[in-house]
């Protein structure tokens, strides 16, 4: 089923990265900085997925505290939830009325979602280079050092201060590509928030 299987890659494999800055006045030190800085992050976002065989569109909400934690929902076309509580990763399906778990620390790796959620990430697995400009969104090329990473690239855009875009690659080919609005760096979250409780009747799976 793609929407299942590229969502559940793209927050387990995928999910997002943000900084803040201009590529002339150095948007890998930007990115840097607000890597080393921001504790928590949240904001909306519109999600296009194209395969081979087809492209999907999905827009949401989501939030971040460090270390560990994020919760992302999608609400249009279907709604799904993903949630990493620093253990475990859970994916909600409300259609499916399904529930599938798995180890956070095995599954996120070396993906967005490990950058965003630990601070230590970026410059571990990833190598960094300013990547010019598109329609007023400034960027930064992030590379896996690692072969078996799940993704050939990662593009992360700014505009202005704002985390503006952000665009996967996979090694299957699969481009993911993220807009952002309303972003706010200073979020007032709790951990209780990332708690998750899966839903009464729902069918509970391990991945």
């Known amino acids: 089923m793609m929407k299942q299987h590229n969502l559940f890659k ?3 494999a995928s ?4 900084t803040i800055g201009f590529a002339q006045a ?9 890597n080393n800085d921001a504790d928590g992050i949240s904001g909306s976002f519109t999600q296009t997925v194209q395969g081979k065989k087809k492209t999907q569109t999905a827009h949401g909400t989501f939030k971040i505290l460090r270390p560990g934690l994020f919760k992302w929902e999608y609400t249009k076309p279907y709604k799904q939830t993903i949630v990493g ?8 399906d409300v259609d499916l009325a399904q529930v599938t778990k798995s180890a956070q620390d095995q599954t996120i790796g070396d993906s967005p979602a ?4 630990n601070k230590n990430a970026l410059d571990s697995s990833y190598s960094l280079k300013e990547d010019g400009s598109s329609n007023g969104i400034d960027y930064v090329l992030a590379t896996p050092k690692k072969n078996n990473a799940g993704y050939q690239y990662i593009r992360i855009g700014f505009k202005g201060d704002n985390l503006a875009a952000m665009q996967l690659k996979d090694s299957f080919g699969n481009q993911t ?13 709790s951990r209780g928030a990332f708690k998750f409780t899966p839903p009464k009747g729902v069918d509970v799976l391990s991945n």
């Open 114 to 117: 490990a950058i965003l959620s």
């Open 26 to 34: 150095g948007a890998v030190d930007a990115l840097k900085k607000f």
């Open 15 to 18: 999910a997002l990265t943000a």
């Open 177 to 189: 590509s993220i807009s952002f609005g309303g972003l706010n760096t200073k979020p007032n979250l």
């Open 85 to 92: 509580d620093g253990q475990t990763i859970w994916l909600y």
């Open 10 to 12: 793209f927050l387990t």
